[in-house]
C-alpha cells in the first residue's frame, strides 16, 4: 500500500509533464502567441529576385528573405528561414513543421485546403512574351496555338479560366520554371509563354532582342503568406504587411529588387 501512495503522485507527474508539453508543442492547434522565433519555410530554389544565391556575398538574397526580416522586426519575433523544395513548404505549414511560409507563392483552392493565406504583399499584371515576328495582344490571338505556363501558378489558374469561359482553343503547355519554357519559346516550340514581371520578363526584355511581351488588360496575380489553419498570429500577420506598406518599407523594397512596375 505505501509503495503504491509513493507511485501515484509520480504517475500523476508524468501526466501533467505530458499535457503541458502537448498545449506548448510548437504544432498545437492554435499556435503559440509568445512564439520566441517564427519559423519561416522557404523554397531552396533560386527565383531571381525573390531568393537567391548571391556569389559575392556567399549567401541567399533576395525580396522574401528581406521581407521576412522585416516582419519579424514588426512582429517583435526572431526569424529562423527553414529552406527546403518549393514543392514542400506547404506541407511544412500544413503539418506545423513552419509557422508561415514565404516563397513567392500565390494562393489557389487547392493550397488554400492545407492552409490560410494572408493579404496580398505584391502584385502585378500578367503579361504575354513572344517573338517580335508573331505579334500578340491579347489571349484570343493564342487560339489554336501553344501557351507555356508555370505549373500551380495565378497565371495557369487565370488561363485555364479564360479558355473554359471563353471558348478559345489554346494548347496549354505547363513547365516547371521560366527559363525552360522561355528556352522552347526561342526554339519555337511554344507560341508564347504568360509571366509576371520576374523573372522572366526582365529577362526578355534585357537579353533578348528577339522576343517581345504586351501586358494583359485587367489580369493581375499576387502573392501571400501561407500561413497554419487558425493560427493565432494569423490577424497579426495582416497587421504587420499593413504597416510595412504605410511606412514605406514594402516601397523601398520593390525598387532595391527591381519590382516596380514598368509603368510606374
Do not use: C
Amino acid at each position: 500500500m505505501k509503495k503504491l501512495l509513493e507511485i501515484v503522485p509520480l504517475i500523476t507527474l508524468i501526466i501533467f509533464t505530458i499535457f503541458l508539453l502537448s498545449k506548448s508543442n510548437f504544432g498545437s492547434n492554435r499556435g503559440e502567441y509568445n512564439i520566441e522565433h517564427l519559423i519561416v519555410a522557404m523554397g531552396e530554389e533560386d527565383y531571381f529576385p525573390f531568393k537567391y544565391y548571391d556569389k559575392k556575398l556567399k549567401k541567399n538574397v533576395g525580396f522574401d528573405i528581406d521581407f521576412a526580416m522585416d516582419l519579424g522586426e514588426e512582429l517583435k519575433k526572431k526569424v529562423l528561414i527553414k529552406n527546403m523544395p518549393f514543392a514542400d513548404i506547404i506541407n511544412a505549414v500544413h503539418k506545423r513543421k513552419a509557422h508561415i511560409a514565404i516563397s513567392a507563392i500565390s494562393p489557389d483552392k487547392n493550397r488554400s485546403k492545407l492552409v490560410d493565406f494572408s493579404d496580398i504583399y505584391y502584385s502585378s499584371p500578367f503579361y504575354l512574351i513572344f517573338k517580335r515576328s508573331n505579334k500578340m495582344f491579347t489571349l484570343e490571338d493564342l487560339n489554336n496555338k501553344k501557351l507555356g505556363v508555370e505549373i500551380g501558378t495565378s497565371m495557369e489558374s487565370y488561363v485555364r479560366n479564360y479558355v473554359k469561359n471563353y471558348k478559345i482553343l489554346i494548347n496549354i503547355i505547363p513547365y516547371s520554371s521560366s527559363y525552360k519554357a522561355i528556352k522552347d519559346l526561342n526554339n519555337n516550340n511554344i507560341d508564347a509563354f504568360i509571366t509576371e514581371e520576374f523573372p522572366a520578363l526582365k529577362e526578355a526584355i534585357n537579353s533578348d532582342k528577339n522576343l517581345a511581351i504586351q501586358k494583359i488588360p485587367q489580369s493581375s496575380g499576387g502573392y501571400a503568406i501561407a500561413m497554419q489553419h487558425d493560427w493565432i498570429l494569423s490577424h497579426d500577420i495582416n497587421i504587420a504587411i499593413s504597416n510595412l506598406m504605410k511606412n514605406g518599407k514594402m516601397k523601398r523594397l520593390y525598387s532595391r529588387y527591381g519590382l516596380l512596375s514598368l509603368t510606374d
